[in-house]
């Protein structure tokens, strides 16, 4: 197949299953066109099958907000017609699901007149906040409404939709995955532990892209609990917004020198492939894709028990879940685990276990191709009619 795909390509869940999505289909012989204002952030090199366009967007003193979303929907039905793409696959609703709509409205209008199929995944803050604001739920609703496809990445995020947005559109839930030969405790990896921490030490991280929905200072507030127990120290990896704030708490509570911002981070499965312990003590996660990462490399995820979350983690088997904000529970769980090797050894192995039996690439990738398939079927019927 031949399949156009648009992301956020900066620091985010959406992003990265996109970019991997793509590299995984184009391993499987599909062509995948990339079309974005910049290239995704794991899209690292040249790959075969890989095509990525960009989307130039014109700045004009009069446009004091320049229409991104105008200007993709034009670079999506050129691409599409030049390169004859069987679909567009758009991953957050807002915008990219409007823009596929009038790409597809475009083209259906001008000679030759095709009908090109558009599907969308929804991710989770395109629904859970920023769908909720007024000025976008209405078009949010309608370019769900109008895919030819739509894909939410949890159950909880199905639900969600369907409640918030009274959807009429099938929603397919297919999860987020992870490519279980490249997320793995290799020996080469775990020989650089080193460079982090002595042999008497623990290795906790966290990643995320360090909104206030990640509560990253309760992070620091969990590690220094544990710190006080457990010789250990804290990988930081990712940056935002709250990342000064986390800094200035890390100083304030005199563990700076055992919390290691590393800032974004290209190799991110090296760094995980080398902790025990995973943070994720977020408001809310749809699925929480860095905790899935973290568990195919061994690492035990301590989370909050909100959104998608449980269904990636079993609490007590895969991880542990705590209320959100109950930074005291969660400190407990690492310091206890922290403290006994082989329990912890035997939790990150029942960890990866839970990600290759649900969450392997190599499951979760032909589930997007049925999908396709099906799309693919339904508007072929509508093409004849649009031709009759
Ligand atoms: O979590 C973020 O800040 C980024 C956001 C996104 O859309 O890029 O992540 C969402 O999508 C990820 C990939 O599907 C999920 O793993 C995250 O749980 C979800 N984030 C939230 O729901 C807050």
């Given amino acids: 197949m031949k399949i156009g795909i648009t992301c956020y390509p900066t620091y985010g869940g959406s992003g990265v299953v996109a970019t991997e999505l793509g590299l995984e289909l184009a391993r499987r012989g599909h062509e995948i066109h990339f079309i974005s204002y910049s290239q995704p952030i794991r899209l690292t090199g040249p790959e075969p099958n890989i095509h990525y366009h960009e989307v130039e967007v014109t700045r004009y003193p009069l446009f004091e907000y320049p229409?991104?979303?105008?200007?993709?929907?034009?670079?999506?039905?050129e691409v599409s017609q030049l390169y004859e793409l069987d679909l567009l696959h758009v991953h957050y609703a807002i915008p990219h699901s409007v823009s596929a709509m009038l790409a597809k409205q475009m083209l259906a209008a001008t000679p030759p007149r095709r009908n090109l199929p558009f599907v969308t995944t929804l991710h989770g803050t395109d629904i859970t906040l920023v769908g909720l604001d007024r000025s976008y739920l209405p078009i949010t609703r309608f370019s769900i409404e109008q895919s030819d496809g739509v894909t939410a990445i949890s159950q909880y995020l199905r639900n969600r939709t369907l409640?918030?947005?009274?959807?009429k559109n099938h929603i397919e839930v297919i999860p987020n995955f992870v490519n279980c030969d490249e997320y793995m405790r290799k020996p080469e990896w775990l020989e650089k532990r080193i460079e982090y921490v002595s042999n008497e030490e623990r290795l906790l991280v966290h990643l995320s892209n360090f909104r206030p929905v990640k509560r990253v200072l309760d992070?620091?507030?969990i590690f220094d609990r544990v710190h006080k127990k457990i010789?250990?120290?804290?990988?930081?990896?990712?940056?935002?917004?709250?990342?000064s704030q986390a800094e200035w708490l890390a100083v304030q509570k005199?563990?700076?020198?055992?919390v290691?911002?590393?800032g974004k981070q290209d190799q991110i499965r090296e760094k995980l492939a080398i902790s025990d312990v995973m943070l994720m003590p977020s408001e809310l996660e749809t699925f929480g894709l860095a905790a899935l990462e973290g568990m195919a490399c061994e690492v035990v995820p301590i989370a909050t028990r909100t959104g998608g979350v449980?269904?990636?983690?079993?609490?007590?088997?895969?991880?542990?879940?705590a209320d959100v904000g109950d930074v005291d529970a969660m400190a407990g769980y690492a310091i206890s685990l922290l403290s006994d090797e082989s329990a912890l050894r035997a939790m990150g192995k029942r960890a990866r276990a839970a990600a290759q039996e649900k969450y392997c690439s190599s499951k979760i990738i032909p589930l997007y191709e049925d999908f396709y398939r099906k799309v693919l079927e339904q508007s072929s019927k509508l093409s004849l009619a649009l031709r009759g």
Avoid: W
């Fill in 260 to 262: 290691l911002f590393l």
């Fill in 67 to 77: 229409p991104y979303d105008l200007a993709l929907a034009t670079r999506m039905a």
């Fill in 219 to 221: 992070v620091i507030e």
């Fill in 254 to 258: 005199g563990i700076h020198e055992h």
């Fill in 163 to 167: 409640k918030i947005f009274d959807i």
């Fill in 231 to 243: 010789p250990s120290k804290l990988l930081l990896i990712g940056d935002g917004p709250d990342r």
């Fill in 310 to 321: 449980p269904e990636v983690i079993e609490h007590g088997v895969s991880g542990f879940l």
